[in-house]
T-cell receptor
Framework: SQQGEEDPQALSIQEGENATMNCSYKTSINNLQWYRQNSGRGLVHLILIRSNEREKHSGRLRVTLDTSKKSSSLLITASRAADTASYFCATDFYQGGSEKLVFGKGTKLTVNP | DTEVTQTPKHLVMGMTNKKSLKCEQHMGHRAMYWYKQKAKKPPELMFVYSYEKLSINESVPSRFSPECPNSSLLNLHLHALQPEDSALYLC???????????????FGDGTRLSIL
């Protein structure tokens, strides 16, 4: 399966703490993306990191990529209750002339006020 | 508000019904996607349209029939569905590659489908 694996599956922290989620994948990648999904809503793109990048920042988000270990991590600093959501990593593959995303199993983050 | 609009938000149908899910985007994206998401699971790709042509079908049963009438619209026609088809159906769109760079996907909020 090309599907990635996130860990932990669930994470509960207090507001103001940092949250770290990890993603491992099985095959070579071009890019790795992170998405957030609030309960009952669609997915929102957070950040894309290319295979030749090691780290990327966007606001309170920091993503790292280690292609030798086939793993990535998403760090959310100074978490807020509004960060409560499920977070998915996704790798993309080229097939049939189009690109497709394969999502990991996700981490459900709960930030307690 | 999302830039990809899906209707209806909720749909309950019997196994013998025929219904359609609709998706619309006005961002000029030329790639559109259907995903199926079961509770507490990640989205699973069903179909990809590129420039209004079906480019990927992930071996989806024929009771799901996609259609892309124009570059802004994507439909998913449903017929003779099974209870296990109950799920959240998500539509997404993206630009085609720009200078070799992968473009993120923009998702609608989905249609929650229940099959009785």
């Amino acid at each position: 399966s090309q599907q990635g694996e996130e860990d932990p599956q669930a994470l509960s922290i207090q507001e103001g703490e940092n949250a770290t989620m990890n993603c491992s994948y099985k095959t070579s990648i071009n890019n790795l993306q992170w998405y957030r999904q609030n309960s009952g809503r669609g997915l929102v793109h957070l950040i894309l990191i290319r295979s030749n990048e090691r780290e990327k920042h966007s606001g309170r988000l920091r993503v790292t990529l280690d292609t030798s270990k086939k793993s990535s991590s998403l760090l959310i600093t100074a978490s807020r209750a509004a960060d409560t959501a499920s977070y998915f990593c996704a790798t993309d593959f080229y097939q049939g002339g189009s690109e497709k995303l394969v999502f990991g199993k996700g981490t459900k983050l709960t930030v307690n006020p | 508000d999302t830039e990809v609009t899906q209707t209806p938000k909720h749909l309950v149908m019997g196994m013998t019904n025929k219904k359609s899910l609709k998706c619309e985007q006005h961002m000029g994206h030329r790639a559109m996607y259907w995903y199926k998401q079961k509770a507490k699971k990640p989205p699973e790709l069903m179909f990809v349209y590129s420039y209004e042509k079906l480019s990927i079908n992930e071996s989806v049963p024929s009771r799901f029939s996609p259609e892309c009438p124009n570059s802004s619209l994507l439909n998913l026609h449903l017929h003779a569905l099974q209870p296990e088809d109950s799920a959240l159906y998500l539509c997404a769109s993206s630009q085609e590659r720009s200078g070799g760079s992968r473009q993120p996907q923009h998702f609608g909020d989905g249609t929650r489908l229940s099959i009785l």
